[in-house]
């Protein structure tokens, strides 16, 4: 099994040192960290792959897949329901029906909508869904951001998602927002 934490630490110890005039988007970090976990685990296709990108949170014909589903409340936001849709997250990490690590994503020149990272927390949260462990990663490039601001609205969404919604309180979550 591959260190996550470390291998989100090398990913940010190289998007530090990035250039921020370049064209990037959040495919870029996806290639990154997909390519550290590779080189990490050794992996091939011959062997067992714990590194799942696109996870969805529920397949209809996949008895063992039935974890969070979502819908939209009056106000636009994005609900945990017994009759929703499908969540989809950057990457799951462990056994596909069953992964222990959920990981989002986000690469961004301007701050995030609240309903964007409201449903990326609730994913990540949702105590319907198997983590064990959750990693949010959010990277502002380019102009410059009020540093201070935009990490006390993370916390702020955080807690307000976990507030509002049945969430698994036991989950370890890591959050880190970076400025490039």
Request: aromatic share 12%; with cysteine.
């Amino acid at each position: 099994m591959v260190d996550i934490e470390s291998v989100i630490q090398s990913l940010r110890r190289k998007v530090k040192i990035m250039d921020p005039t370049m064209h990037l988007n959040e495919r870029y970090l996806h290639h990154v960290f997909s390519g550290l976990v590779q080189a990490e685990e050794q992996m091939s296709f011959d062997k067992c792959c714990r590194l799942h990108p696109e996870w969805a949170t529920y397949i209809e014909d996949l008895e063992e897949r039935h974890f969070g589903r979502y819908s939209k409340d009056e106000n636009g936001f994005e609900r945990s329901c017994i009759k929703g849709r499908s969540g989809f997250l950057d990457f799951a990490y462990g056994t596909i029906n069953k992964p222990s690590i959920g990981i989002e994503f986000k690469f961004s020149r301007s701050p995030i909508s609240e309903k964007a990272m409201a449903f990326d927390y609730l994913k990540l949260l949702d105590r319907c869904n198997p983590f064990k462990e959750a990693y949010y990663v959010v990277v502002y490039i380019g102009q410059k951001h009020n540093e201070e601001f935009i990490r006390n609205r993370h916390q702020d969404m955080l807690a307000r998602v976990k507030r509002e919604n049945d969430t698994d309180s036991s989950r370890n979550i890591h959050v880190y927002v970076d400025f490039v």
